[in-house]
């Protein structure tokens, strides 16, 4: 089965600082990941994902993320945020096989500081 | 092109009450999903569609909660009848391929 772990709850940051939001993941098959971000009182809107080639993907609003299987993680990462980033964002894994289920990890509540 | 759509976006209801909400998924779409979200967790799986047949239901609290998906569309879920541990965001997905697209969910609380 298929499991995710993002770890860390929340994540503190100033305005224009960077930021990397991380995730690993455990599967014993080859597996799609996506990021997924939920502002508040929203529903979940795709970020970017993974299905194959280039292991660094470029998704919307300046985030991108980094598969490194080696590692099992798939991180998430922006140069500078905005304050209209404040958000909670949902690393997500399924197998590579068309409508699997995705498994989400918990979430990381990202907090943009003025 | 139209997202998924859900009805209602908020309800509020008195335990051993029940509650149906509605979900239309983006049209083409086969597969729909009905995730239940608690607050400070993701989403989990309640129950997965494949046009008007259920793929897994695994996670659904069967004594309590049924879907249907009747002409292979619109969906509903229902509780019958709530518990006050059923409050959260009822969310809907719907997919083509491996990706998945929600709605803005359904905020439900049972008092």
């Known amino acids: 089965a298929q499991s995710v772990t993002q770890l860390d709850s929340q994540v503190p940051v100033f305005e224009e600082a960077p930021v990397e939001l991380r995730c690993n993941y455990s599967s014993s098959v080859s597996v799609y990941l996506f990021w997924y971000v939920q502002y508040p009182n929203q529903g979940l809107q795709l970020l970017l994902k993974?299905?194959?080639?280039?292991?660094l993907v470029k998704g919307i609003n300046g985030f991108e993320a980094e598969f490194n299987k080696s590692q099992t993680s798939f991180h998430l990462r922006k140069p500078s945020v905005h304050i209209s980033d404040t958000a909670e964002y949902f690393c997500?894994?399924?197998?590579?096989?068309?409508?699997?289920?995705?498994?989400f990890g918990k979430g990381t509540r990202l907090h943009i500081l003025p | 092109e139209a997202g998924v759509a859900q009805s209602p976006r908020y309800k509020i209801i008195e335990k051993r009450q029940s509650v149906a909400f509605w979900c239309n998924p983006i049209?083409?779409?086969?597969?729909l999903y009905w995730y239940q979200q608690i607050l400070g967790q993701g989403p989990k799986l309640l129950i997965q569609?494949?046009?008007?047949?259920?793929?897994?239901d695994s996670q659904l609290p069967k004594d309590r909660f049924s879907a249907e998906r009747l002409k292979g569309v619109d969906s509903t879920l229902k509780i019958q009848p709530a518990k006050l541990e059923d409050s959260a965001v009822y969310l809907c997905?719907?997919?083509?391929?491996?990706?998945?697209?929600f709605g803005p969910g359904t905020r439900l609380l049972v008092l």
């Open positions: 049209s083409g779409h086969a597969t």
């Open positions: 997905a719907s997919s083509l391929e491996e990706t998945q697209y």
């Open positions: 997500a894994v399924t197998r590579m096989n068309r409508d699997d289920k995705i498994i």
């Open positions: 569609f494949q046009n008007n047949g259920v793929v897994d």
């Open positions: 993974y299905l194959s080639g280039s292991t």
